[in-house]
Structure formats: C-alpha cells, structure tokens
C-alpha cells in the first residue's frame, strides 16, 4: 500500500532522529525536536477539546513564534485546516477573511489579539501557553488518508479586489518542502533565522522543509536588521529568507556598520524582482545570494535562478544582472513552466517577446476557498496563469517583464516597468523606486516614478531622468519624479495600485 505524502511525517521522524536536538530558539527559550514535538501534540489535544473536528478552520495571527511554527503541524494532525493571518492587516481586513474562512478558532498573539475584535469567532485564544498548559493528555488519532486534502488557506494580499483563499494539500505541501531543501542545501547543520513572515505562503514552506531536515528555526518576531545580524552572528545563522525591501535594508545596515560575514551564509530573495544594485549590495556582506521566484499559488517559489560555475569569471555588475533573472523550474516542479502568447503558444526564447508566466504540477494551488469562478478562471486551458510577463533567453531562463497591469503603453510601445526601476535603482542615491503608468495628453500614457532615497542621499528629479537618459531609449524614461515613502502590501510588496491611482488624478 502507498502511504499518503504529508508533512507530518517531517515532524514524526525529526522528533525521532534528533529528538535531542535543538529545533526551535525563541529569545531565551530552546526546545528541543522531542519538546517541538510534545508541544505540538498538546496543541492539537487542546484544539480537539474545543471541538475542532477535521476540515474545520484553524486561524493564526501572530509573528514568528513557536506559537505560529507548532500550528503548521499541531491542527493538521487532527484533520483541520490551517489559516496563516497577515499581522500587517487592518482589523477589517482579517474580519472579512475570518468570516470568510469560518474559522472555529483563533490562535492569537497578545500583541494581535485586537484584530480579532468583531470578527465573530468561536473561540479566541491568546494565553497559548496556558492553552497547552490545559490541554487533554491526546488528541483524537486520525491518520491522513487523502494526500490531496486541503491542509492550509493563505490568503492574496488583495490588492485589486477581496483577498482570495489559496489552498495548500498534503502532497504540494510535501513536495514544496522537499523542493528548499534540494535547492538550497538544507541539512542537519541549518541554522534558518525566521526574517520571513511564516504567514507569507506558509514561510515558502521552509516551516516544513527546516524541520524535514532537522535543522534549527530561529524565531524572530519582527525584520530587524540589527537584531538579525546579531542572531545571525551569535545563533551561526546559514540561511534565511526575504523580499528584496528586507535583503536590501539588512545590506544597508551591513555596510554602514562595516559587516561582513564570516560564515557561510545563503539568502533566498523573492517576492518582487530584486533590482541587481540590492544583489550586488547583498552579496559585499559575503552572503550568498540565491533568487525564486513564485506566487501564493505556487506555495512560493517555483522557479530558481540556477548559478552556472561559468558566471564566477563575470564582473559583479554582469554577475547581478543574471541573479536577477527568475531562472528555470525547481527540480520538483519538472519542466511545467511556460511563457505563452495571448493563445497559449510558446514564445521565442529571443529574451525580447514578451508573454505571460504559467505553470501547473505538484507546486500549483488546489484552487482558491469558496471561488470556483477565480478558480476556473485562474487554471483556463490546464495551467495556471500568473499574471506575470516574462521573456526567456536563449538559455532557457525567464525573466519577469512585468505584471499585466503595470506594463506602460506609451504612444503604442509597451514599456517594462521592471526595466526602468533597475536602471533607476542602479542610482548611488535611490534606495526603492516604483514606475507606473500616468495619463498623458501627447502619448495616453508615459512612466512616473515614485522614488525613495536613502537616508542623507540627495537627487533631483531632473538628474534622475537625466540618469535614465543616458541609458535608456527616451521613450523609456519617467517623464515625472514623485519623492516620498512607497506604499505596501502587508506582505512588503509595492503598492502599485495605490500609485496607479495617484498618478491618474491629474494629467502630465
């Protein structure tokens, strides 16, 4: 008989294998893989004494804690489904969610517990140890039986509408784990600091994959770079994970406060496409650099920008261009990955037409919670359809454009986004930039950007201009410059939708 994938089974043999190892450090809290493991079976007994029975909604809002990585096991043992909240959301925000889930139960750290207020849930826990304390001896004893049963919901930022319900299984959730740890090298001796949000994709499953190998999760509640570096240097960090914002401000801490690391360190950027200067920045702390690129419905990464020995000989600028690139599917994902016109034909790996990013297999969403219409329309012809415009080299890798809505069409050109704000952000004075299409009386539309410069830098609007000039075809270039803080997504992402309607308030 053929067992079940599921993530469980990570648990159940690290507890054995390394029981007396330390699995998790939460400030001056250890445990050990046996006490990770105790603690997560009391959770489950607890949560089945409230009455959760299998496929009922599980919520957690809280930062990286024990708390949060013990739900990524403890309600998946008892049949129920897992619901990962975005702290950075309004209160508004996660009660829609909440009531959209219908979730049973919320797991809440004290410093959330006022997000819940109104949502309507059943039970609202937020004194988790006592929680565990209270717990029954055991929980009911039910085996997974169906490896493509859904196990999480995570939800899209929402940024163009209501947030959707992405659902995670079993066997995705299995394979996606195994996929970090063949990628990225992760063994016994990983020492994971938890820069990423566990609620961004389930912590791109690195919540499953860290403990498969048995290595050390290091929580860390808030993106700090001081604090990260300090943990990095005293806990032995190996590897950790970000958004380009979080790379790019732990690399600007490194090189005012002359930081270099010693060790070995590996950092997986992804989330947005990286501009070269915050690689090349990253890569002075001594860090290895390593870019994915993914969606929530591809349970994170998908794809990886594979390092070929060939490219060490390369300058550091040449080197941070081809890091930028998504690159090629991950061993687990196979070859499911194509870029496509708008009739589903392959285009030319030229790296100059454009077409959009689809992918399907084991590492592709169940479908979204209680949306068979998104569904269906997000899987139109057998793949999943990303939104994401990409060309491919003529090596085979790809390399994200843009997204549909934020390519410009000025005078009939399309216009890359992307491409501008890495020639924008090559800029000694620019620490983020984000172009948008504004309307224009001349040409319908032309690129603005929306600028921020890094502490004690200076520029003006006309010498960045002047600065794309010099290396872009005029057309290109940002006809207007906005200074000021970017607007984000709870999960560190640009706002671009905020900037899109700011522009459209008044004409060039």
């Known amino acids: ?11 159940v043999r690290a507890a054995h294998v390394w029981r007396d190892s330390i699995a998790v450090v939460d400030g001056g809290r ?8 105790e603690r997560v079976a009391r959770q489950s ?3 089945a004494s409230l009455g959760v029975l299998p496929g009922d909604r599980v919520a957690v809002v809280a930062p990286n804690s024990p708390m949060t990585l013990e739900a990524h096991f403890a309600p998946l043992q008892i049949g129920a489904v897992l619901v990962m909240l975005n702290t950075r959301l309004a209160a508004g925000e996660l009660g829609w969610i909440l009531k ?13 517990r006022h997000l819940a207020d109104g949502a309507g849930v059943e039970h609202v826990i937020d004194d988790y140890e006592t929680f565990l304390e209270n717990a029954p001896a055991a929980a009911p004893s039910r085996p997974v039986t169906d490896e493509n049963a859904c196990i999480t919901i995570n939800y899209t930022s929402g940024t163009t509408g209501f947030p959707k319900g992405v659902m995670f299984t079993h066997r995705g959730a299995w394979v996606n784990a195994m996929g970090e740890i063949a990628e990225h090298g992760l063994s016994r001796d990983t020492v994971y600091l938890w820069t990423l949000p566990m609620f961004h994709c389930n912590g791109w499953c690195f919540t499953w994959a860290v403990t498969a190998a048995g290595g050390r999760h290091i929580c860390m509640r808030q993106p700090d770079p001081a604090e990260a570096v300090r943990l990095i240097e005293a806990e032995g960090v190996t590897h950790l994970c970000g958004a380009p914002v979080v790379v790019g401000n732990l690399a600007r801490y490194c090189q005012a406060n002359g930081v270099k690391f010693a060790r070995g360190l590996r950092i997986v950027t992804a989330g947005a496409p990286p501009p070269p200067a915050v690689i090349r920045a990253a890569e002075e702390t001594r860090a290895r650099i390593t870019h994915v690129y ?4 591809t349970y994170g990464p998908h794809t990886i920008c594979a390092w070929k020995p060939e490219w060490d000989t390369l300058s550091a600028a040449d080197r941070a261009s081809l890091k930028a690139r998504q690159g090629v599917p991950y061993l687990v994902a196979g070859m499911d990955l194509r870029v496509t016109d708008l009739q589903m034909n392959d285009v030319p790996a030229d790296g100059r037409t454009m077409g959009e990013v689809l992918m399907r297999g084991n590492n592709v ?13 997000a899987f139109e012809g057998g793949w999943f359809h990303s939104g994401d415009l990409a060309v491919v080299h003529p090596d085979g890798y790809i390399e994200v454009r843009d997204r549909k809505k934020d390519i410009v069409i000025s005078g009939g050109e399309n216009i890359s986004s992307i491409e501008v704000e890495k020639v924008l952000a090559d800029h000694p004075s620019v620490a983020e930039v984000a172009i948008v299409a504004a309307p224009d009386e001349e040409w319908g539309e032309v690129p603005k950007a929306y600028v921020a410069l890094k502490p004690e830098a200076h520029a003006t609007a006309e010498e960045l201009i002047a600065w794309c000039r010099g290396r872009l075809a005029h057309f290109k270039c940002p006809k207007v410059v906005e200074f000021g803080p970017l607007p984000r997504t709870a999960t560190g992402k640009i706002r671009k939708n905020e900037l899109r309607a700011r522009s459209r308030v008044t004409s060039i």
């Open 1 to 11: 008989m053929i067992a079940p994938l599921t993530p469980l089974d990570y648990l």
């Open 30 to 37: 250890r445990f050990t893989y046996l006490q990770f493991a």
């Open 45 to 47: 007994a607890a949560l």
């Open 100 to 112: 959209h889930c219908g979730a049973k139960v919320l797991l809440a750290d004290s410093t959330c």
């Open 294 to 297: 993914g969606l929530t419905e």
């Open 365 to 377: 969403m169940l479908g979204y919670y209680d949306n068979p219409e998104a569904t269906a329309e």
